[in-house]
């Protein structure tokens, strides 16, 4: 099978781009070519044809740095460009992922603030010091390969997710795609997928976020934490990138759970409950309950702290300020009090609601008393 190739096209011409481009290329998943931009509608009107031959599109954030061109827009104008021309008959521009990619400090700047522009993209990755190729290419190859499923015929809603129980869901998921006359083009699909479903807890969880409902230690319960995950197989989600994004069904591990529990539910047992019944189902005598974080004593984990990455009960936990309002089906992510007040909140963009300081400030005074 050939290997997707995408476009990236970036205003420099100097190690940072070669860098992204062989960091990409020797992973070997996916096949990067490089371009510095053109005037805006001849960049327009040049990637509506040549993107026929390529499978995505990578761009570098701020296009107009380089004094040497004649560039005066950035990514998301070309984004939005190209996406109008899909939806557009007259044109039948290609439906392609499209990536941004930029330093920390000119995201933070421009794109972090606007938001209008962060549904235009698929994904994004910073051009740090130690990219993780691996992984982003697993991604853009998993974004590719996706658009290519979805623009070779008409899709519905089942196939996209693989599911044809779909009324075990909240059903306001799939409502805009239940009217027959509404075409939806793939990049309709894609970003309702990875924005409502992968990106924030709740029809679907990531691994971090199953390990803490199933009460488990990821590092101390080793080689059975990986088992315990081939046993949950049935659970794991199927559908469209889901070989770019591992996110597992809640309501399939609701129902697991209650079957070998003989009838409990997994929302009312702490950890150790847990992790007794799924030690005793699957023969994991080395699976570990997790401890609470420190400042913490509940162990009725449901969610994560995002700096720490480790379980926490929503309770004892302070909501993350969103920058967008949440779905009816999506839960709030939660940072720990130990990771605000001790740890100090290191992950870009990340902090607490301004509800929350209140009861952050009441907490710091009595740790002083």
Not at 56 to 83: C, S, T
Not at 293 to 302: A, L, Q, R
Not at 312 to 328: A, I, Q, Y
Request: aromatic fraction near 10%.
């Amino acid at each position: 099978m050939m290997k997707p190739k995408f476009l990236y096209i970036d205003d420099e011409d100097d190690a940072s781009v070669a860098a992204v481009r062989d960091g990409f290329n020797d992973e070997n998943l996916i096949e990067v070519s490089v371009e510095q931009p053109q005037d805006f509608k001849a960049q327009i009107k040049d990637l509506i044809v040549k993107l026929n031959d390529y499978d995505g599109l990578i761009l570098d954030f701020r296009l107009n740095q380089n004094m040497k061109l004649d560039v005066a827009y950035n990514a998301p104008a070309i984004a939005q460009e190209l996406r109008m021309s899909v939806a557009e008959p007259e044109i039948n521009a290609k439906s392609i992922p499209i990536i941004l990619c930029s330093t920390d400090e000119r995201m933070r700047a421009t794109y972090d603030a606007d938001m209008t522009s962060h549904d235009l993209f698929d994904y994004k990755f910073l051009k740090g010091d130690e990219p993780d190729w691996g992984r982003f290419s697993r991604k853009l190859n998993s974004l590719a390969d996706g658009y290519n499923w979805l623009n070779s015929e008409n899709r519905s809603f089942e196939d996209v997710i693989r599911r044809n129980d779909i009324n075990n869901l909240d059903p306001r998921i799939s409502e805009r795609f239940k009217d027959p006359d509404e075409k939806k083009i793939s990049y309709d699909f894609a970003n309702f997928i990875i924005k409502n479903l992968f990106n924030h807890p709740g029809a679907m969880i990531k691994e971090r976020v199953l390990a803490a409902r199933l009460g488990v230690d990821i590092e101390e319960s080793g080689k059975d934490w990986l088992i315990l995950l081939e046993k949950l197989d049935e659970c794991k989600y199927k559908g469209l990138f889901s070989d770019g994004w591992n996110r597992w069904w809640m309501d399939k591990i609701n129902g697991l759970f209650k079957d070998i529990s003989k009838g409990k539910r997994l929302s009312n047992t702490n950890a150790e409950q847990r992790v007794a019944i799924l030690s005793e189902t699957y023969e994991l005598k080395n699976l570990k309950a997790a401890e609470p974080i420190k400042y913490c004593t509940s162990k009725s984990f449901w969610t994560i702290c995002e700096e720490t990455k480790r379980p926490l009960d929503p309770l004892e936990g302070f909501k993350v300020f969103e920058t967008v309002e949440l779905k009816s089906w999506q839960e709030p992510k939660y940072l720990s009090f130990y990771a605000i007040a001790e740890v100090g909140i290191k992950k870009k963009g990340l902090r607490e609601q301004f509800g929350e300081k209140e009861r952050i400030q009441y907490m710091k005074e009595n740790l002083k008393k």
